[in-house]
């Protein structure tokens, strides 16, 4: 019995929680060299890191991108992910609020700025590793 009381109370003091840590992402996007402003920045879960995890966001102005945060357990769990991208660029070439790269979803003299390869996790060349640290990404996604 005294054992099991003992057993119990190192489950308490390790504590009870199944979340898995979270780290933080940051880096830039940039297209033959220019800033990426306004791009789709995708991770996907890639190989043995499980396929639920991943996240998103939206690049800004001068093609900065961040997801979670380093005072809270936001980010992506530990693994590798295949990196996706897509940027709405206008008539004039600029950079606009759009379809993610949907082509279904083309808004007047919209078009894609990022090549087909890089839009999709089947793919992209681009591959990273998130852990503990090393978490600032620099992408430069070169057009042929």
Known sequence: MRKVI???FC?????????VARYPISGSVSINGVT???ATVKFIADGKTNKEYGGSCLSD???KFVIGSK???LGLPEGDYKV???QSV????KPIYGSGGKKSEVIGGE?????ENFRSPDSTPISVHVGRSGNDFKFDIISK
Request: glycine content about 22%.
């Open 6 to 8: 003992g057993c119990f």
């Open 11 to 19: 489950l308490v003091a390790l504590g009870c929680s199944s979340e």
């Open 36 to 38: 990426a402003g306004l």
């Open 61 to 63: 102005g001068t093609g």
């Open 71 to 73: 005072d809270k357990n």
């Open 84 to 86: 996706t991208f897509s």
């Open 90 to 93: 206008g008539k004039d070439g």
């Open 111 to 115: 078009r894609e700025a990022v090549p």
